[in-house]
């Protein structure tokens, strides 16, 4: 085996995969008969940068042979999908557990529910405020209103719908999605008890509902009627 940098004798284990047979499988993969082995104790991390044009091979030729490997835990961009498809089953197969985030096909993505990690009125509050100031169209003014209530009105809503669908909806509802689908049906700010009562049928929600109410200016909170 010819190789390149650090020369790896310790602490090596033979390949398990069958058709791996002149080498350590704690290397990477250069070319045919030269690989890096790796050797965190002496090499710490040997980046590798892989230049050239598309359609060259990079993919096939260096980052597929290497994660087939199946020597240690990878994060890939995959683009296309390709890496995903051509060495998915095998990683599997060695016990790899995967995990996909697919932002163009969402039903064939891993998700995250932001809710199930807040705790307290707080964490909601941060949360909300974070989700509605944040600059997603790229424009440099969006943060540059001189009314905070631009800000304050709709992170107070969305508090209200999280703290809503936390407290009241079962477990299984309780997500991201649930609480954007409620305030999609609150036409207005001064009755949105209203439009939240229809998509709960159960009595008991719909008493408490009553007794919950959002308004400018105040989160979630304990009052008689539907607003000022």
Not at 13 to 23: E, K, S
Not at 159 to 167: G, K, N, R, S, V
Not at 179 to 202: D, V
């Amino acid at each position: 085996m010819r190789t390149i940098g650090f020369h790896n004798t310790d602490k090596t284990r033979p390949a398990t995969t069958p058709w791996v047979t002149h080498y350590q499988s704690g290397a990477t993969i250069f070319g045919r008969g030269t690989y890096l082995p790796i050797d965190y104790g002496q090499a710490r991390n040997d980046n590798t940068l892989v230049v050239g044009s598309s359609g060259t091979g990079k993919t096939y030729s260096f980052v597929e042979p290497n994660i087939l490997q199946a020597n240690a835990n990878y994060v890939v961009a995959d683009a296309k999908g390709d890496i995903l498809a051509n060495t998915g089953m095998s990683l599997r197969a060695q016990g790899y557990h995967i995990q996909v985030l697919n932002l163009v096909d969402l039903k064939h993505s891993m998700t995250y529910n932001p809710l199930y990690y807040m705790h307290d009125e707080m964490d909601v509050v941060a949360f909300a405020h974070q989700v509605i100031g944040a600059d997603i169209t790229g424009n440099a003014n969006h943060r540059g209103f001189d009314d905070p209530f631009w800000t304050n009105a709709p992170a107070s809503l969305l508090e209200a719908l999280i703290m809503f669908t936390e407290e009241f909806l079962p477990v299984g509802m309780q997500t991201m999605g649930t609480a954007l689908r409620l305030g999609s049906g609150t036409k207005s700010a001064f009755r949105c008890p209203a439009a939240l009562e229809q998509r709960c049928p159960e009595q008991g929600v719909r008493e408490n509902l009553e007794q919950h109410c959002w308004y400018p200016g105040n989160r979630l909170g304990t009052v008689h009627g539907r607003g000022r």
